[in-house]
Nanobody
C-alpha cells in the first residue's frame, strides 16, 4: 500500500500563490505517475496536473501557464506550485499516485485532500 498526505492548502487572495506538497510512505517504489486532482463544490473531480517518473507532465487547460507540477523521485514527493490563483481554483485538492506511467485516469492511491480557497 501507498499512503499520501497533502499539505500546503489554505486561504489566498486572487492573484496570489500557493504551493501544495504531497508526501508518500509505504510501498513507494511502486509509484510511477503522480498527480493532483481537485473537486470544487457541485463539480466533478478533475485532473489538474500529473507527472511521471520520467518527468513527462500533463496540465489541464484551465491551469496551463499558472500551475507547475514537480517531483523528487528519490523521495516520491510531488509539489504543485499554483500561481495567479483565481476564485475558480477553489477546491479540495487531492494527491494521487499509481504504478503505471499513464497520467490520465485510474489512479490507485489517494490522499485525504487539502482545501484551497481563493478569495475575490
Amino acid at each position: 500500500q501507498v499512503q499520501l498526505i497533502e499539505s500546503g492548502g489554505g486561504l489566498v487572495q486572487a492573484g496570489g500563490s500557493l504551493r501544495l506538497s504531497c508526501a508518500t510512505s509505504g510501498r513507494t517504489f511502486s509509484i510511477n505517475a503522480m498527480g493532483w486532482y481537485r473537486q470544487a463544490p457541485g463539480k466533478q473531480r478533475e485532473l489538474v496536473a500529473a507527472i511521471t517518473r520520467g518527468f513527462s507532465t500533463y496540465y489541464a487547460d484551465s491551469v496551463k501557464g499558472r500551475f507547475t507540477i514537480s517531483r523528487d523521485n528519490a523521495k516520491n514527493t510531488v509539489w504543485l506550485q499554483m500561481n495567479s490563483l483565481k476564485p475558480e481554483d477553489t477546491a479540495v485538492y487531492y494527491c494521487a499516485a499509481k504504478p503505471g506511467n499513464s497520467m490520465i485516469g485510474n489512479y490507485d492511491y489517494w490522499g485525504q485532500g487539502t482545501q484551497v480557497t481563493v478569495s475575490s
